[in-house]
């Protein structure tokens, strides 16, 4: 049953290889990092920026690690799945709301953000409290619609958790290595990357004019 | 720098975005139900979809995979594994398991009979001799009962061919490669191979348990980086010509970085081994590094159009590995059999150098053909040159034209290429005829001009 449906005007999520250690250390015990190579796993950097929500329009980032996703029917089968471990907003009441539903790991703390288009690159640009926390570009292929089916993982406390999210709409995407991130030594994210990190992403996704649709927590 | 949560924004620069237009033709739009059920458009998935899931029952993934290969298979995944009728000539007859019919004198550019020997009379008679003798298969490990007079020769003609004291043979390329790489590195040792290596060096590097990097494709500058700063023992792999790419790697610049940083250098010469270089040897003679490299690796199913690999180096580095190379001694020893095609067939490319001037003429009017066409086919300089579509939701559709047109060759999709980076790998045999090569390349561009990708 579908609890949460978000209106984007404009998404991106670039996946970057990272160490496989690295990964392990963000993730609670019972979720596994999937592997792309041998001790090489998958950071997700997503930002959207929602124009249509129950506490009207704001700006999401979060950092997560790719993991499997918990196996179901075909007609419900997931893609991939998620663990957020570094979620943050620019509006502290979209923030509060999210948290209490889905337990996402949110800075307590608002972000700014920029969409900025130039020609076939998307380019966002993130900051807290004024400092720069990071710049994330990537950039277009084909266009086509899309409807992507994943799930979410998080914990509330002790109790683990998971969703199945759909991101529906415009959707480019493609390995072509033309993105770029340069993530800023903020604390909070210059701890999780003890190992070295690539300068692009391997994968970049880009999505306009679409819809985040979360269904309902279930505990596993 | 600080900014008002106020000013999170898009702010459009330059010219505006491409309309989203295209959508994919074999995708059906997808249903999302209210109860929370996908009915997902199937060929927006793919194999990795289907290789990592959570839970408890160990074929819990089954159900969905089947499902889904149900409904891709005849929307183009058919097209693999198409059962030949022939031997992998210049032309052969394939089944056509949509239809269930036989398409009969398909010009082939999917086998990699490089110099046409599987199918050389000679080679056959050899077969059939060494049949008679030994019968069908080896019935031993190699370091069991499993080496016939027939391997030791063989091992000690791959040796000499390759001019290095001694070689070890393999079942498959596939074990050389796991066997060499674990056999050698270990736990806590480093091991750095080109991003494009084949899944057999990466798998290696997983049993080896030492710890694995992946150094930018060709780029000497990566690999330094990757080297940089560990002490202990260090093994560089690469290719010497990469398999969907076709292209060959930068030794200089590879050996020096190695020598810098004391790694020993290992290439798997897969697709280069009988046809580069002035004598055959591979990309190492071609490039003139045939001492630098420590470790040469081949195979004998490309060039020889056989079956098996090789490792050639060292008397000491062979030794070591007859007694470490666990997917060596512990498989069968490869058929005496196919040994003697062998044999036959590194006799023949030894003996007939014009094998290779005429693999490597065909190359060239090949990429001048598909030159003049304005077909794209990447970086590649080599007898394997990928038809670049770039395509992954319309390959199956382009396949399928160029299949029923008269060509038999393989898509290449994600994930064994990267997204949107889908291609045909074209193999080029010195069997070719100048007409099969334009009967190809006028193919090729008919499919590919209906579909935009060349003028």
């Known amino acids: 049953m579908p609890v949460g449906s978000y209106a984007f005007r404009t998404g991106v999520s670039a996946f970057f290889e990272m160490a496989t250690e690295d990964a392990v250390a963000a993730l609670p015990r019972h979720l596994q990092p999937i592997e792309v190579r041998h001790q090489r796993s998958v950071l997700s950097v997503t930002a959207f920026l929602f124009d249509e929500s129950e506490v009207g329009p704001y700006t999401e980032l979060m950092l997560s690690v790719v993991v499997p996703p918990m196996v179901g029917s075909w007609l419900h089968h997931a893609k991939a799945g998620f663990y957020p471990f570094l979620a943050a907003t620019s509006s502290e009441e979209a923030r509060r709301r999210r948290e209490e539903r889905f337990h996402f790991p949110y800075l307590d703390e608002d972000i700014d953000a920029q969409f900025i288009e130039t020609g076939d690159r998307l380019t966002v640009r993130a900051w807290v409290g004024g400092d720069p926390l990071l710049d994330l570009s990537v950039t277009q292929y084909s266009w086509e619609s899309t409807t992507h089916v994943l799930q979410g993982f998080m914990m509330n406390g002790e109790e683990r958790l998971r969703t199945t999210l759909q991101i529906s709409g415009e959707y480019t995407m493609h390995e072509n290595e033309r993105g770029s991130i340069n993530l800023y030594p903020h604390p909070l994210i210059k701890d999780v990357f003890r190992n070295e990190m690539p300068s692009s992403p391997f994968r970049e996704h880009w999505f306009k004019n679409g819809r985040e649709v979360f269904h309902s927590l279930e505990a596993f | ?455």
């Not at chain 2, 059939?128 to 091992?155: C, M, N, Q, W």
């Not at chain 2, 069968?332 to 044999?343: D, E, I, K, Q």
């Not at chain 2, 193919?443 to 003028?455: A, E």
């Open chain 2, 1 to 455: 720098m600080s900014r008002s949560k106020k000013e999170s924004s898009t702010i459009s620069m330059g010219e505006a975005m491409a309309t989203p237009s295209r959508k994919s033709i074999t995708d059906a739009p997808d249903r999302i139900e209210e109860s929370g059920g996908v009915q997902p458009g199937a060929m927006q998935y793919d194999y990795t979809n289907f290789y990592f899931g959570a839970g408890e029952d160990a074929f819990a993934l089954l159900g969905p995979f089947d499902d889904w290969w149900q409904e891709v298979k005849p929307a183009g995944y058919y097209m693999y594994e198409l059962p030949l009728q022939t031997a992998p000539g210049t032309r052969v007859d394939v089944e056509d398991t949509k239809t269930g019919g036989i398409r009969e004198g398909l010009i082939n550019f999917a086998s990699y009979n490089y110099l046409g020997l599987s199918y050389r009379p000679e080679v056959k008679e050899a077969i059939k001799e060494a049949a008679d003798v030994y019968g069908g298969g080896a019935s031993g490990s190699p370091i069991l009962s499993g080496t016939t007079e027939l391997h030791r020769r063989f091992a000690e003609e791959v040796a000499a061919f390759k001019n290095k004291e001694a070689a070890l043979i393999f079942p498959t390329g596939y074990s050389a490669n796991v066997g060499t790489i674990a056999g050698l590195m270990r736990s806590g040792d480093l091991i750095v191979a080109d991003q494009y290596a084949h899944a057999s060096v990466v798998d290696g590097m997983i049993l080896s348990k030492a710890t694995s990097k992946f150094f930018r494709h060709n780029r000497a500058d990566d690999l330094e980086r990757k080297l940089k700063g560990f002490d202990g023992k260090k093994l560089v792999i690469i290719e010497g010509v990469y398999s969907m790419d076709g292209d060959v790697p930068p030794l200089g610049e590879i050996v020096e970085v190695c020598r810098k940083y004391g790694a020993r250098l290992m290439i798997d010469e897969a697709h280069s081994a009988f046809v580069y270089g002035e004598n055959g040897r591979g990309v190492v003679e071609d490039q003139g590094f045939e001492d630098e490299v420590d470790i040469h690796l081949g195979t004998f199913s490309k060039s020889l159009g056989g079956q098996g690999g090789y490792v050639a180096g060292s008397s000491a580095l062979v030794n070591y590995l007859r007694g470490f190379s666990r997917s060596r001694f512990f498989s069968c020893a490869l058929s005496p059999v196919v040994v003697a095609g062998l044999r036959k067939a590194l006799e023949l490319a030894v003996a007939e150098p014009e094998l290779r001037a005429k693999l490597w003429d065909n190359v060239a009017y090949m990429q001048k053909l598909l030159a003049d066409a304005q077909i794209p086919i990447g970086d590649s300089t080599s007898q394997v040159i990928p038809i670049m579509v770039r395509d992954d939701a319309r390959i199956f559709a382009i396949g399928e034209e160029i299949f029923r047109e008269g060509i038999f060759i393989n898509p290449v999709k994600y994930p064994a290429v990267g997204k949107h980076k889908s291609r045909f790998r074209m193999s080029i045999s010195a069997s070719h005829t100048r007409e099969d090569l334009e009967q190809g390349a006028a193919i090729f561009q008919r499919v590919l001009q209906r579909y935009g990708i060349c003028p």
